[in-house]
């Protein structure tokens, strides 16, 4: 039998399925804000579960990427519906099945809310074309809060399946000159910069400087008193992305002030220190 466990708790999961939602004529119905009447249905058999999205407004994340239609299911996948977070699981083949309550009642608790996710709305512009880099940076801030969970558990791995694909995202867009917003260029580059320390990978340091370098933005000093950090820390580094950089700051200097002109120099320092790695 398979079951979904929230906290503490085990939901047994009845053969054929079940729907999750704020309705209550939901299997598990959920006191949540931000769920759907009918958010998912989970369809069971002896061997399989597979989740679909009933058309709900904030979605559904499997390992923290989100559901397009109907996926199937593995044991230990995390599954989070507003912000209501399970783990799939399946109990002993020949394990008495445990008694819950028929429609049990998940309220969030303050443990669990900081994995709450909304998935930001489309944005059309007046050409029609969708907006998405504030999108990508709003999913990005939260999706970094359910990342700090998974690294303080030891699971860096995690953290870095969650944010890979905004992180992208954002560097696409920076490469098509479409990240202009300073708090959202900085909001990546911290992102990566939790992941370059997590997961000791030099390539998100990478990230950082390609990212600056396409937004033709001098680094600031918070993410350069960090680099210095972690440039020490990761096992290997590509010296190209932070000669890149600089060559591509250096080409403009008539242009910077005195102050970026001082950060500059700093990052100059870092080069050095990555060199005599």
């Known amino acids: ?9 085990e939901i047994p999961l009845p053969q054929g399925g079940c729907v999750l939602g704020r309705g209550g004529d939901c299997q598990v119905v ?23 999205d009933l058309g709900s407004r904030n979605g559904v ?25 399970f783990v799939l699981q399946q109990g002993l083949k020949n ?62 791995e995690q953290a870095e399946r969650l944010l890979t694909r905004h992180l992208t995202q954002m560097l696409q867009a920076a490469r098509g000159s479409r990240l202009t917003e300073p708090a959202e260029i900085e909001l990546a580059a911290k992102q990566a910069m939790k992941l370059a320390n997590a997961t000791l990978k ?11 370098m396409h937004t033709k933005r001098v680094l600031p000093a918070p993410i350069i008193d960090a680099l210095y950090e972690a440039v020490r820390k990761v096992k290997s580094i590509d010296h190209a992305p932070l000669q890149n950089y600089l060559s591509s700051i250096r080409s403009r200097t008539g242009e910077l002030s005195a102050a970026e002109r001082f950060l500059v120099q700093r990052t100059e320092g870092l080069e050095r220190v990555a060199k005599s790695r």
């Open 1 to 9: 039998m398979f079951l979904l466990r929230i906290g503490n708790r």
């Open 30 to 52: 959920l006191d949540d804000s931000l769920a759907s009447r009918k958010h998912a249905f989970l369809k069971v058999s002896s061997n399989s579960v597979t989740l679909q």
């Open 61 to 85: 994340y499997v390992n923290g990427e989100r559901v397009d239609g109907s996926i199937a299911l593995r044991v230990g996948d995390e599954i989070l519906i507003g912000q209501s977070q």
């Open 95 to 156: 394990e008495p099945p445990k008694v819950e309550e028929p429609k049990p009642r998940l309220r969030s608790s303050p443990s669990n809310t900081e994995d709450a996710i909304v998935h930001p709305p489309e944005t059309i512009d007046t050409t029609g074309r969708r907006l998405d880099v504030t999108a990508h940076a709003d999913l990005l801030g939260l999706l970094g809060t359910v990342a700090d969970k998974s690294i303080a558990q030891g699971r860096p």
């Open 202 to 212: 030099g390539e998100w340091i990478g990230y950082i400087f390609e990212l600056y």
